[in-house]
Structures are given as structure tokens and as C-alpha cells.
């Protein structure tokens, strides 16, 4: 009876570890907008994902060149269908965010907790639609 339990427990735990990596959606992949803020700025988004671990970088900037030009990066984690993640920008800049999919296009939500440079936050707000780069060219 103990090696069946023991077997009976090994192939419980070996399914659970199938269930959880399968149930772990794939949010690795580049998206933009370079139409950001009707077509005067650009925002793009890369992320990097191993299992739930997701690496997320990030940049925009004004079309003509003016104003700040911020480019971020951070560390998040896919819990309930959504990357939650925080992050600091090239102008010491931080704060938090989250990434859901829609469809093919991704939403992103960018939350400043500490400003030490205000003219970033123009880039930084509630669902930002990126569409997946080489895609209907932004």
C-alpha cells in the first residue's frame, strides 16, 4: 500500500506542475504605438518572459524630438492573467503597472509613485492600446 501511495502522490504533483506551466499565458513580445497621444508622440513596450517571470522595458518620446525621452525598464510577474510589474525610467522616475492582453493588442496601465522629472509623465497613464510590432504599421 505505501509504494501506491507514494506513486499516487508523485503523479498528483507531477500533474499540478503540468497544470500551472500550461495556465501561464505568454506575454513575451514587442508592441508600440506611433500614433501615441494622436500621433504627436511614440510608446513602445518590449517584454521578456521565462515561466511567470517578465521582464519589461519601455520608451517614448514626442515625434519632433522635443521633451523628455524616457526609457524604462522593470520586473513583473503574470498572476490572474495580467503582468504586474514595477519599474524606474532614465529620469529616476518609478512606480508600478500592469499588462493585459486584448485580443492581439496589449493594454498597459503605468502608475508613477515617485516623479523626480514631470515631464515624463505625459507617457505614463491608464490603458495605453499598443498593437504587436510589424503589424498594420503603427
Not at 13 to 42: I, P, Q, Y
Not at 44 to 61: R, T
Not at 120 to 132: A, E, H, Q, V
Request: proline share 2%; net charge neutral.
Amino acid at each position: 500500500l505505501y509504494p501506491m501511495s507514494l506513486l499516487f502522490l508523485c503523479f498528483f504533483l507531477l500533474l499540478s506542475v503540468v497544470v500551472a506551466a500550461a495556465g501561464t499565458e505568454n506575454f513575451a513580445g514587442e508592441w508600440a504605438d506611433k500614433n501615441f497621444h494622436g500621433g504627436s508622440s511614440v510608446f513602445q513596450l518590449s517584454l521578456e518572459q521565462k515561466g511567470a517571470e517578465v521582464s519589461v522595458f519601455f520608451s517614448a518620446n514626442r515625434q519632433d524630438g522635443g521633451g523628455a525621452a524616457p526609457e524604462a525598464d522593470g520586473k513583473g510577474k503574470v498572476s490572474g492573467g495580467k503582468v504586474q510589474f514595477t519599474w524606474s525610467d532614465s529620469f529616476n522616475n518609478s512606480g508600478t503597472g500592469t499588462i493585459q492582453k486584448a485580443g492581439g493588442d496589449v493594454i498597459v496601465s503605468i502608475k508613477t509613485t515617485q516623479v523626480a522629472d514631470s515631464r515624463c509623465l505625459m507617457f505614463y497613464g491608464d490603458n495605453i492600446r499598443l498593437k504587436p510590432v510589424g503589424r498594420n504599421d503603427r
